[in-house]
Protein backbone atom coordinates (compact mmCIF):
# COMPACT_ATOMS: atom_id res chain seq x y z
CA UNK A 1 0.00 0.00 0.00
CA UNK A 2 1.07 3.45 -0.54
CA UNK A 3 0.70 6.41 1.25
CA UNK A 4 0.29 9.82 0.05
CA UNK A 5 2.25 11.32 3.15
CA UNK A 6 6.12 11.09 3.69
CA UNK A 7 6.70 8.77 6.91
CA UNK A 8 3.02 7.48 7.01
CA UNK A 9 4.76 4.28 8.01
CA UNK A 10 6.48 5.46 11.37
CA UNK A 11 4.08 6.02 14.22
CA UNK A 12 4.96 8.51 16.73
CA UNK A 13 7.34 7.60 19.24
CA UNK A 14 5.40 8.92 21.96
CA UNK A 15 2.59 6.93 20.90
CA UNK A 16 4.42 4.28 19.83
CA UNK A 17 6.26 4.72 23.66
CA UNK A 18 2.57 3.86 25.06
CA UNK A 19 1.55 0.39 23.01
CA UNK A 20 1.75 -2.79 24.92
CA UNK A 21 2.38 -5.42 21.82
CA UNK A 22 1.19 -9.36 22.31
CA UNK A 23 4.40 -11.32 21.12
CA UNK A 24 3.46 -11.11 17.64
CA UNK A 25 3.98 -7.25 17.89
CA UNK A 26 0.37 -6.65 17.39
CA UNK A 27 -2.45 -4.74 19.68
CA UNK A 28 -5.82 -5.52 18.99
CA UNK A 29 -8.00 -3.15 17.28
CA UNK A 30 -11.71 -2.56 17.67
CA UNK A 31 -14.08 -0.52 14.89
CA UNK A 32 -17.04 1.04 16.50
CA UNK A 33 -19.55 2.34 14.37
CA UNK A 34 -20.25 6.02 15.11
CA UNK A 35 -23.79 6.80 15.72
CA UNK A 36 -25.04 3.62 16.30
CA UNK A 37 -22.34 2.36 18.76
CA UNK A 38 -22.30 -1.31 17.35
CA UNK A 39 -19.04 -2.99 17.47
CA UNK A 40 -18.54 -3.76 13.83
CA UNK A 41 -15.21 -6.10 13.89
CA UNK A 42 -11.77 -7.23 15.70
CA UNK A 43 -8.65 -7.17 13.40
CA UNK A 44 -4.92 -6.47 14.65
CA UNK A 45 -2.61 -3.94 14.15
CA UNK A 46 1.38 -3.33 14.25
CA UNK A 47 3.09 -0.08 14.98
CA UNK A 48 2.71 0.27 10.33
CA UNK A 49 -0.98 -0.19 10.63
CA UNK A 50 -1.17 2.46 13.61
CA UNK A 51 0.56 4.68 11.90
CA UNK A 52 -0.88 4.32 8.73
CA UNK A 53 -4.59 4.42 9.79
CA UNK A 54 -3.50 8.21 11.81
CA UNK A 55 -2.16 9.06 8.50
CA UNK A 56 -4.73 8.44 6.00
CA UNK A 57 -7.27 7.91 8.52
CA UNK A 58 -8.60 4.85 6.67
CA UNK A 59 -8.61 1.78 8.80
CA UNK A 60 -5.45 -0.02 7.79
CA UNK A 61 -4.96 -3.63 9.52
CA UNK A 62 -2.25 -6.30 9.26
CA UNK A 63 -3.21 -9.84 8.34
CA UNK A 64 -1.78 -11.92 10.25
CA UNK A 65 -2.65 -14.91 7.81
CA UNK A 66 -2.13 -13.52 4.90
CA UNK A 67 1.44 -11.21 6.26
CA UNK A 68 0.47 -8.17 4.50
CA UNK A 69 -1.50 -4.92 5.43
CA UNK A 70 -4.75 -4.58 4.11
CA UNK A 71 -7.04 -1.36 4.34
CA UNK A 72 -10.64 -2.00 5.03
CA UNK A 73 -12.90 -1.22 1.36
CA UNK A 74 -9.69 -1.45 -0.64
CA UNK A 75 -11.07 -4.25 -2.53
CA UNK A 76 -14.73 -4.66 -1.63
CA UNK A 77 -15.68 -0.90 -1.11
CA UNK A 78 -16.78 -1.56 2.15
CA UNK A 79 -14.97 1.76 3.73
CA UNK A 80 -14.19 2.64 7.06
CA UNK A 81 -13.60 6.16 6.88
CA UNK A 82 -11.44 6.37 10.43
CA UNK A 83 -13.37 9.71 12.63
CA UNK A 84 -11.36 8.66 16.26
CA UNK A 85 -8.80 6.58 17.70
CA UNK A 86 -8.44 6.07 21.49
CA UNK A 87 -6.06 3.93 23.13
CA UNK A 88 -7.01 1.62 26.18
CA UNK A 89 -5.64 2.51 29.44
CA UNK A 90 -3.86 -1.13 28.94
CA UNK A 91 -2.17 0.29 26.14
CA UNK A 92 -2.78 -2.72 24.24
CA UNK A 93 -5.91 -2.46 22.45
CA UNK A 94 -6.98 0.87 19.96
CA UNK A 95 -10.66 1.78 19.63
CA UNK A 96 -11.51 3.01 15.72
CA UNK A 97 -15.01 5.44 15.96
CA UNK A 98 -15.76 5.08 11.91
CA UNK A 99 -18.24 5.34 9.62
CA UNK A 100 -18.78 2.05 7.68
CA UNK A 101 -20.03 2.23 3.72
CA UNK A 102 -21.38 -1.14 3.22
CA UNK A 103 -21.20 -4.48 5.63
CA UNK A 104 -17.92 -4.50 8.26
CA UNK A 105 -18.02 -8.27 8.11
CA UNK A 106 -16.54 -10.30 5.47
CA UNK A 107 -19.65 -12.87 5.51
CA UNK A 108 -21.40 -10.08 4.35
CA UNK A 109 -23.30 -9.23 8.02
CA UNK A 110 -23.16 -5.48 9.09
CA UNK A 111 -21.21 -6.42 12.09
CA UNK A 112 -18.89 -9.61 12.79
CA UNK A 113 -20.97 -10.05 15.69
CA UNK A 114 -24.39 -10.19 13.94
CA UNK A 115 -23.79 -13.75 16.06
CA UNK A 116 -26.37 -15.91 18.39
CA UNK A 117 -25.76 -14.87 21.74
CA UNK A 118 -23.44 -17.33 23.55
CA UNK A 119 -24.91 -15.91 27.13
CA UNK A 120 -27.98 -13.64 28.14
CA UNK A 121 -28.97 -12.77 31.48
CA UNK A 122 -32.35 -11.09 30.95
CA UNK A 123 -32.77 -10.12 34.89
CA UNK A 124 -29.23 -8.17 34.73
CA UNK A 125 -30.21 -4.58 35.49
CA UNK A 126 -29.60 -2.00 32.41
CA UNK A 127 -26.99 -0.24 34.70
CA UNK A 128 -24.83 -2.29 36.74
CA UNK A 129 -23.89 -0.65 39.80
CA UNK A 130 -20.82 1.62 40.22
CA UNK A 131 -18.53 -0.65 42.98
CA UNK A 132 -17.69 2.28 45.62
CA UNK A 133 -14.81 4.49 45.08
CA UNK A 134 -14.76 4.32 41.28
CA UNK A 135 -17.83 7.01 40.77
Known amino acids: MSTDRPGADRLDPAIAARLKRNDDGMIAAVALEEGTGIVLMQAWMDDVALARTLATGRATYYSRSRQQYWVKG ?3 GHVQRVRSVRLDCDGDTVLLVVD ?36
Request: glycine fraction near 8%.
Open 100 to 135: QTGPACHTGNHSCFDTEELFHDPSAPDDPPVPEGQE
Open 74 to 76: ETS
